[in-house]
Nanobody, 125 residues
C-alpha cells in the first residue's frame, strides 16, 4: 500500500520559519508531480507549491519568494521550506503526489493521486 506521511507542522510567530516534510512509501514504481496544498478554516483548499518529476516548480502568488519546495527522487520525499511566515499562512497543509504503483492484489499498474494526513501550521501575530 502506498502512503504519504507528513511531519514538521507547528506553531510559530509571524516572521518565523517552518519546514514541512512528506515521505512516500509502499510499492512505488515512479512519482510524477509532488506538491503541497493547504486549507484554512472556512476557506477552499489552495495549491501552495508543486514540483514535477523534471524538477520544475510553481508557487501560489501568495507564497512566492517566501516558500521553497524541494524533492528527493531517490528517497521519495518532498519538503516545503516556509520563511517569513504570516498569520494568513495558518492552515492545515497536505502533501500530494501523483504516484505510479503496482496493486499488490491485482498486480495492475495504476497512477493516481495520494494525500498525506495533513499537518497543522499556525502562525501567531
Amino acid at each position: 500500500q502506498v502512503q504519504l506521511v507528513e511531519s514538521g507542522g507547528g506553531l510559530v510567530q509571524a516572521g518565523g520559519s517552518l519546514r514541512l516534510s512528506c515521505a512516500a512509501s509502499g510499492t512505488i514504481l515512479s512519482i510524477n508531480a509532488m506538491g503541497w496544498y493547504r486549507q484554512a478554516p472556512g476557506k477552499q483548499c489552495e495549491l501552495v507549491a508543486t514540483s514535477t518529476s523534471g524538477d520544475s516548480t510553481s508557487y501560489a502568488e501568495s507564497v512566492k519568494g517566501r516558500f521553497v519546495i524541494s524533492r528527493d527522487n531517490v528517497k521519495n520525499t518532498v519538503s516545503l521550506q516556509m520563511n517569513s511566515l504570516k498569520p494568513e499562512d495558518t492552515a492545515v497543509y497536505f502533501c500530494n503526489a501523483q504516484i505510479v504503483s503496482r496493486d499488490s492484489i491485482s498486480k495492475m499498474i495504476t497512477q493516481r493521486p495520494y494525500w498525506g494526513q495533513g499537518t497543522q501550521v499556525t502562525v501567531s501575530s
